[in-house]
Nanobody
Framework: QVQLVESGGGLVQAGGSLRLSCVASGRTPSCYAMGWFRQAPGKEREFVATINWSGTTTYYADSVKGRFSISRDNTKNTLYLQANSLKPEDTAVYFC??????????????????WGQGTQVTVSS
């Protein structure tokens, strides 16, 4: 069993920044891609960003490109999301996820095997 625990969410004014973290523990796969998704009230869960196992390749949703940055530290089993220039429309519960694969990254939620419980991000205008 793999556990993913997010932290770093909170309330921030528009234009501000937050750094989300996600720590993996338990029977973590030997290699796994990771990603961030978010879900706003009344909306479906949507892809935000993803990174491959080695951290050399990333991919972002158009809505966050240029403002968010995904990274990982495999020595700490930790995934990060640096969110800058936040907008009210970024308000959502943010989830991290892990996909058991050594190759590339994943953008579809169905491709992920493990999920965290989420951390709330609220951006006030």
């Amino acid at each position: 069993q793999v556990q993913l625990v997010e932290s770093g969410g909170g309330l921030v004014q528009a234009g501000g920044s937050l750094r989300l973290s996600c720590v993996a523990s338990g029977r973590t796969p030997s290699c796994y891609a990771m990603g961030w998704f978010r879900q706003a009230p009344g909306k479906e869960r949507e892809f935000v960003a993803t990174i491959n196992w080695s951290g050399t390749t990333t991919y972002y949703a158009d809505s966050v490109k240029g403002r968010f940055s995904i990274s990982r530290d495999n020595t700490k089993n930790t995934l990060y999301l640096q969110a800058n220039s936040l907008k009210p429309e970024d308000t959502a519960v943010y989830f991290c996820a892990a996909a058991n694969t050594a190759f590339g990254y994943r953008t579809r939620s169905n491709d992920y095997d493990y999920w965290g419980q989420g951390t709330q991000v609220t951006v006030s205008s």
